[in-house]
């Protein structure tokens, strides 16, 4: 069966891990996932990934999960634009999440969080919001 919202699943995996307490998941890659793993990494969601080929032709991601004093930095990480339901926002309806979170946003520059988007000035698709 194949799988509906890619995306979704990452940010599934992510959330079931940090809660299992895993030091790492691994996932099938894309390039959207590979630009979203990025913006995570930049605003310091996760400690790192890396992108390994398999024998089939298909690329794996292993994510690293980041903990700060035993508890996850993520603590709410929410899938907000989705197949079924496309959400847009226009940089002038872009704003922070409560406590200290980031929207990430798929834009004609590519991958961004909210802070970049607003810099350079372009609105876009919402993909999630983490905090």
């Known amino acids: 069966m194949s799988m509906q919202d890619p995306v979704a699943d990452m ?3 992510i959330r079931n891990g940090q ?19 990025r913006v995570l990494k930049e605003e310091g ?6 992108i390994q080929a398999l024998e089939n032709k298909t690329k794996s991601m292993t994510i690293y999960l980041k903990y700060y004093q035993g508890a996850p930095v ?15 926002k226009s940089v002038d309806e872009l704003s922070a999440v409560p406590g ?10 590519g991958v961004l969080s909210h802070k970049a988007a607003k810099q350079k000035g372009v609105g ?8």
């Not at 993520?74 to 847009?88: A, D, Q």
């Not at 876009?124 to 905090?131: D, F, R």
């Open 19 to 37: 809660n299992a307490k895993h030091q790492q998941v691994v996932l099938n890659s894309s390039n959207f996932k590979v630009e979203l793993a």
């Open 74 to 88: 993520i603590t709410r990480i929410k899938r907000i634009s989705r197949p079924g339901l496309r959400i847009y």
């Open 124 to 131: 876009g698709e919402v993909i999630c919001e983490v905090a």
């Open 45 to 50: 969601y996760i400690a790192d990934y890396t």
């Open 11 to 13: 940010l599934t995996r």
């Open 100 to 109: 200290f979170g980031t929207t990430v946003l798929s834009t004609s520059l």
